[in-house]
């Protein structure tokens, strides 16, 4: 099944998406909330994988962050309409890092509208290259991104 | 003022982008039966090694041939406009990386048609960029043949 968005909330939501980098990768603290819903979570399967639940324990987490921490890239995003109030994203990331070396994965996300504009409510991070550890990933909860017959993208209108 | 998109509609570029978009993570995880959702069925695929893949069938193929150190694409610095023939082109960037970490760029060519089920790429060269291998002889001078210029429509 597929639904239909207007142009302009398409460019909103690859907004929200692209904001990411430049609010976390600049330590911009207080404008989380431009990029997350206040019910976010954000999950990784780097390493033993970890679970950041809500707005205010990702502007604790980005507190944290060490200098050193990679810079985000986020491309190739294309959208699956849920419906009229959520869509799911799914994105690539480069990661590049302070030693100039490069990771990459891909993040799946979810998207809420809110009455101050499109939020990512929920972001899991899978990297892909290099090989390294990480935690195990639910083939069947992957499956609701991966574009398909059944699995449309979005159409934009 | 000259647009390069005559006839387009927003809505048609950022739909175009999401086809795009699509490569990755279709042709990167092995999806081959979703290849569709991205090429026409007689869509011809060419490489800076003069390898020609015509028909999804045989990109089917390409796909369940890959090994596991193939590299992943990534799709950037997409340009989408209208040929003085009337095609629809777009250009954008490749950027390759092996899972051992090993980057490698280029240009991805494409053309792409509208079908009742949405944009989908009729044509697609590849030109290596870096790092600097044996490349077509033409090769530059079919990247011209993408080059945004100050005048508008591209032929």
């Known amino acids: 099944m597929s639904g239909t968005l207007p142009a302009a909330e398409v460019i909103e939501i690859r907004n929200a998406i692209a904001l990411f ?32 639940p809500g707005l205010e324990a990702g502007k604790d987490f980005l507190r944290r962050r060490r200098p050193e921490t990679a810079d985000h890239h986020t491309v190739d995003t294309v959208l699956f309409w849920d419906d009229a109030e959520h869509v799911s994203a799914r994105s690539r990331y480069l990661a590049v890092r302070a030693d100039g070396g490069i990771n990459s994965g891909d993040y799946f996300d979810i998207l809420v509208k ?31 991104w991966r574009p ?4 449309l993208p979005l159409r934009i209108a | 003022m000259t647009s390069n998109h005559p006839g387009l509609s927003a809505a048609d570029i950022l739909s175009i982008e999401q086809t795009l978009a699509l490569f990755p993570h279709i042709f990167d995880n092995d999806n081959g039966s979703d290849l569709d959702l991205l090429f026409t069925p007689d869509v011809v695929i060419e490489t800076e090694k003069a390898r020609s893949v015509e028909g999804l069938e045989a990109v089917r193929a390409w796909v369940a041939a890959k090994t596991a150190a193939a590299p992943d694409h990534q799709t950037l610095n997409v340009v989408v406009f209208v040929a003085e023939d009337g095609s629809v082109r777009a250009r954008s960037r490749y950027l390759r990386i092996t899972p051992t970490g090993e980057t490698s760029n280029g240009d991805f060519l494409d053309v792409l048609v509208q079908t009742p089920r949405g944009w989908r790429i009729a044509r697609r060269t590849t030109i290596s960029r870096f790092p600097v291998r044996s490349v077509r002889e033409d090769g530059t001078a079919l990247r011209d043949e993408w080059l945004p210029r100050a005048t508008g429509v591209r032929s």
Do not use: C, K
């Not at chain 1, 939020?119 to 390294?132: E, M, N």
């Open chain 1, 114 to 144: 809110t009455p101050e504009g499109w939020r990512i409510q929920y972001r899991l991070s899978v990297p892909r290259t290099p090989d390294g550890p990480r935690a195990p990933v639910d083939a069947s909860f992957l499956a609701n």
């Open chain 1, 21 to 52: 980098a430049h609010v976390f990768d600049n330590d911009l603290v207080d404008d989380m909330g431009l990029v997350f819903s206040e019910d976010m979570v954000v999950e990784s399967v780097l390493g033993q994988g970890y679970s950041i």
């Open chain 1, 148 to 151: 398909s017959a059944a699995r």
